[in-house]
């Protein structure tokens, strides 16, 4: 059965730093497309970050490019994103998810093309 649980959200203020993990299970996470998606209240579901292993590629929404960093632990089967220099504008619910489909169907940032989705984890940004 496939799994994804996200932990480490919580609140912070302006500049400091959170680093979230998805924990899969029922598949190998080197063999997804793994994304990290956020959606803020009354906004629609943004794409922030997505990996694909086999190509060796990793890609970034413009609004995080150069402080958030999404990588993999094969041995652990999680999925991570440590984020740096964090804005009040990056408040939002938080969620890891994966695609079996290898991003054929459609762009990494459409949340449409994930198969599979955790529960969410909440980040909150004070200034």
């Known amino acids: 059965q496939v799994q994804l649980q996200e932990s480490g959200g919580g609140s912070v203020q302006a500049g400091g730093s959170l680093r979230l993990s998805c924990a899969a299970s029922?598949?190998?996470?080197?063999?997804?497309?793994m994304g990290w998606f956020r959606q803020a209240p009354g906004k629609e579901r943004e794409g922030i970050a997505a990996i694909y292993t086999d190509t060796g590629t990793t890609y970034y929404a413009d609004s995080v490019k150069g402080r958030f960093t999404i990588s993999q632990d094969n041995a652990k089967n999680t999925l991570n994103l440590q984020m740096n220099s964090l804005r009040p504008e990056d408040t939002a619910m938080y969620y890891c998810a994966a695609d079996s489909r290898q991003g054929l169907y459609g762009n990494w940032y459409d949340a449409r093309i994930y198969n599979y989705w955790g529960q969410g984890t909440q980040v909150t940004v004070s200034s």
């Open positions: 029922g598949f190998t996470v080197r063999n997804y497309l």
